[in-house]
């Protein structure tokens, strides 16, 4: 059976972030007016509505605000995934994004638990895909 995984398709807005990822660098948005980080990225600000916004290059490292294990595949082609962590993480940045943790026991995983960003490639894309693994 073919791997029918979501594979990111980069246009328009999102296409620095993508190739930040191939690039190994996780990229976001930075307000010029207010200050403010955000992610995912917009045309304007979701603080204050300007359009002065600068991509910048996180560190990589965050915590764990939330997370949830996965033991029943939303779609075939995650069933030999399975168990899996999605996540949300806090990057130092300011911002929030979901992502799955890698290389970790899912028993292992915990609230504030420090983790650094990674790139996953999956099979037949040459796409890189930001996850996080334990820091």
């Known amino acids: 059976m073919a791997n029918t995984q979501a594979k990111p398709v980069p246009d328009g807005i999102s296409r620095t972030y993508w190739e930040g990822a191939n ?8 307000c010029g007016a207010c200050g403010k980080a955000q992610f995912y990225a ?6 204050c509505h300007a359009t002065d916004l600068a991509w910048q290059k996180a560190g990589g490292g965050g915590r764990i605000a939330s997370f949830s294990v ?3 595949a939303p779609i075939a082609s995650f069933a030999s995934d399975v168990p899996y ?19 970790c026991d899912p028993a292992q995983v ?4 420090a983790v650094r960003v990674c790139f996953e490639s999956r099979h037949g894309s040459e796409q890189k ?6 820091a």
Do not use: K, S, T, W
Not at 23 to 30: M, S, V
Not at 85 to 103: K, P, Q, T, W, Y
Not at 110 to 113: D, K, L, N, P, V
């Open 85 to 103: 962590v999605l996540a949300l993480v806090d990057l130092d940045e300011g911002f929030r994004f979901m992502c799955n943790v890698l290389r």
């Open 129 to 134: 895909i930001p996850q996080v693994e334990p």
């Open 42 to 47: 917009r045309n304007a600000c979701v603080h």
């Open 23 to 30: 690039l190994g660098e996780f990229r976001y948005q930075r």
């Open 70 to 72: 996965i033991h029943r």
């Open 110 to 113: 915990r609230i504030g638990m």
